[in-house]
């Protein structure tokens, strides 16, 4: 089983910046990629980004820009820089973890990101 420990969430205003951090334990044999999710109130789950063991990265739009993901592969271990906030990027974030292409296989516990006006 694998665990993903997620930290780093809160309040901010908006402009303001947060990193998130999440750090995967457990019996990790095999690691494709590893990203972050949102889900706001009332809105599906939506992919924010994502960095493979390759070191490639995907991003939403909506995030582009001002959102840098990175690892730390030695920690297992996936970073969200969160720069530029604005009120609508408050959700609660998810850390995720791809064995392979497809379906999530491991989901993080969520942490509240919110940012105020």
């Known amino acids: 089983q694998v665990q993903l420990v997620e930290s780093g969430g809160g309040l901010v205003q908006a402009g303001g910046s947060l990193r998130l951090s999440c750090a995967a334990s457990g019996s990790i044999f095999t690691i494709n990629a590893m990203g972050w999710y949102r889900q706001a109130p009332g809105k599906q789950r939506e992919l924010v980004a994502a960095i493979t063991t390759g070191g490639s990265r995907s991003y939403a739009d909506s995030v582009t820009g001002r959102f840098t993901i990175s690892r730390d592969s030695a920690k297992n271990t996936v970073y969200l820089q969160m720069n530029s906030l604005k009120p609508e990027d408050t959700a609660v974030y998810y850390c995720?973890?791809?064995?392979?292409?497809?379906?999530?296989?491991?989901w993080g516990q969520g942490t509240q990101v919110t940012v105020s006006s």
């Open positions: 995720s973890l791809w064995k392979a292409v497809g379906d999530v296989d491991y």
